[in-house]
């Protein structure tokens, strides 16, 4: 058994890790905003349900295994959530459990709206509310690049988590990690 978690540690430890502003992460009243893990293509196909995965674009093996190498990484950090929040979409969900941070809560204000930019208002506007209803906890939302940007004015590659704090009403980017595929 010790050998497991030996050989845990050094995959964990052993992960590049491309930006690493750990201390933002430990901060209390984080804020983190996660684009999903590795799910290749953009968008989604024309026929897709938000009821029914197989209609989506999802995670690729890759893009699980980043989910829980991160999820790992942040256990091995000893950083912990008050709450778990994701987009309704296949590829935020599981991202989320592959995680193991917590129960994960699905959120419609996390869903993208990159195929209907006419409610990037609304949507941003419901995540603010989502945020400040809980604010001073520790959350954790996984999400898609469109969200991030609105919500902190910032890009994120797949699995990257832009750290933030909520201030005067608004979401203060402070800091970013990225662990590589």
């Known amino acids: 058994m010790a050998r497991f978690f030996i050989a845990l540690f050094l995959l964990v430890v052993a992960q590049p890790v491309l930006a690493n502003d750990w201390q933002a992460l430990r901060a209390p009243g984080a804020v983190v905003l996660m684009r999903h893990a590795l799910a290749p293509g953009t968008g989604d196909p024309g026929h897709f349900d938000l009821a029914r995965c197989e209609t989506q674009r999802n995670l690729d093996a890759r893009g699980r295994a980043q989910a829980q190498a991160i999820g790992q990484m942040l256990a091995a950090q000893g950083i912990g959530f008050d ?31 990159f195929q209907n930019y006419g409610a990037e208002a609304a949507q941003t506007q419901a ?55």
Do not use: K, Y
């Open 127 to 181: 995540a603010m509310r989502l945020i400040q209803e809980n604010a001073g906890q520790r959350l954790f939302l996984v999400t898609h690049q469109v969200n991030i940007r609105a919500l902190t004015g910032e890009g994120a590659r797949s699995g990257e988590m832009i750290v933030a704090q909520l201030r005067e009403g608004r979401l203060q980017v402070t800091g970013r990690v990225m662990i590589a595929p």
């Open 83 to 113: 709450h778990v929040f994701s987009s309704q979409w296949c590829r935020c969900r599981d991202t989320a459990q592959l995680l193991e941070l917590g129960p994960v809560d699905d959120q419609p204000a996390l869903n993208s709206f």
